[in-house]
Nanobody
Framework: QVQLVESGGGLVQAGGSLRLSCTAS????????MGWFRQAPGKEREFVAH????????DYADSVKGRFTISRDNAKNTVYLQMNTLKPEDTAVYYC?????????????WGQGTQVTVSS
């Protein structure tokens, strides 16, 4: 099993920045990709960004391209999401997830979520 723990959420004004962290523990060897998802009140959970563990290949949702950056620190088993130029519509619970495959539909491991609130 793999455990994922997020941190770094909070309240920020529109235009501001936050950095989320997600640290993995347990059977790290079974994780080949990790990513971030978010769920706003009354909405479905949506993909934000993900990164391959080995070569660092990344992909982003159109809504965050140019504003968010995903990165990883293999030595710390940690994935980061740097969020800049935040907008009120970015308000959501952000979840870290990971899996043995690149495809997000195959992500097996999920964190508990961290709240991000962007005020206007």
């Amino acid at each position: 099993q793999v455990q994922l723990v997020e941190s770094g959420g909070g309240l920020v004004q529109a235009g501001g920045s936050l950095r989320l962290s997600c640290t993995a523990s347990g059977r790290i060897s079974s994780v080949n990709a990790m990513g971030w998802f978010r769920q706003a009140p009354g909405k479905e959970r949506e993909f934000v960004a993900h990164i391959s563990w080995s070569i660092g290949f990344t992909d982003y949702a159109d809504s965050v391209k140019g504003r968010f950056t995903i990165s990883r620190d293999n030595a710390k088993n940690t994935v980061y999401l740097q969020m800049n130029t935040l907008k009120p519509e970015d308000t959501a619970v952000y979840y870290c997830a990971g899996g043995s495959r690149w495809a997000i539909k195959d992500y097996d491991y999920w964190g508990q979520g961290t709240q991000v609130t962007v005020s206007s």
